[in-house]
Nanobody, 115 residues
Framework: QVQLVESGGGLVQPGGSLRLSCAASGFTFSTYAMNWFRQAPGKERELVATINMISSTNYPDSVKGRFTISRDNAKNTVYLQMNSLKPEDTAVYYC?????????WGQGTQVTVSS
C-alpha cells in the first residue's frame, strides 16, 4: 500500500533554513508527481510545491524563491528545502501523491518559525 513518511521538521529562527524529507513506498515513485502542502492552525491546507516526473517544479508566490522541491528517484524520496523562513511559514507540512485518482498523505511534520 502507499505510504508517505515525512521527517525533518522542527523549531527554527526567522531567516533560518530547514530541509524536509518524504520517503515514499507502495507505488512506482518515479512516474508520479509529488507535492508538499502545509496547514497552519485555523487555516485551510495549502499547496506549497509540486514536482512532476521530469522534475519540473511549481510554487505559489508565497514561497517562490525561498522553497525548493526536489526528488531522488533512486531513494524514492522527495525533499523540500526551505530558506529564509518566516513566522508565517509555521505549519504542519504534508507530503502528498495522487495515485490512481486517490490522494495519499503522510502523517505530517511540524515546522515552527519563532525567535
Amino acid at each position: 500500500q502507499v505510504q508517505l513518511v515525512e521527517s525533518g521538521g522542527g523549531l527554527v529562527q526567522p531567516g533560518g533554513s530547514l530541509r524536509l524529507s518524504c520517503a515514499a513506498s507502495g507505488f512506482t515513485f518515479s512516474t508520479y508527481a509529488m507535492n508538499w502542502f502545509r496547514q497552519a492552525p485555523g487555516k485551510e491546507r495549502e499547496l506549497v510545491a509540486t514536482i512532476n516526473m521530469i522534475s519540473s517544479t511549481n510554487y505559489p508566490d508565497s514561497v517562490k524563491g525561498r522553497f525548493t522541491i526536489s526528488r531522488d528517484n533512486a531513494k524514492n524520496t522527495v525533499y523540500l528545502q526551505m530558506n529564509s523562513l518566516k513566522p508565517e511559514d509555521t505549519a504542519v507540512y504534508y507530503c502528498n501523491v495522487r495515485y490512481r485518482r486517490y490522494d495519499y498523505w503522510g502523517q505530517g511534520t511540524q515546522v515552527t518559525v519563532s525567535s
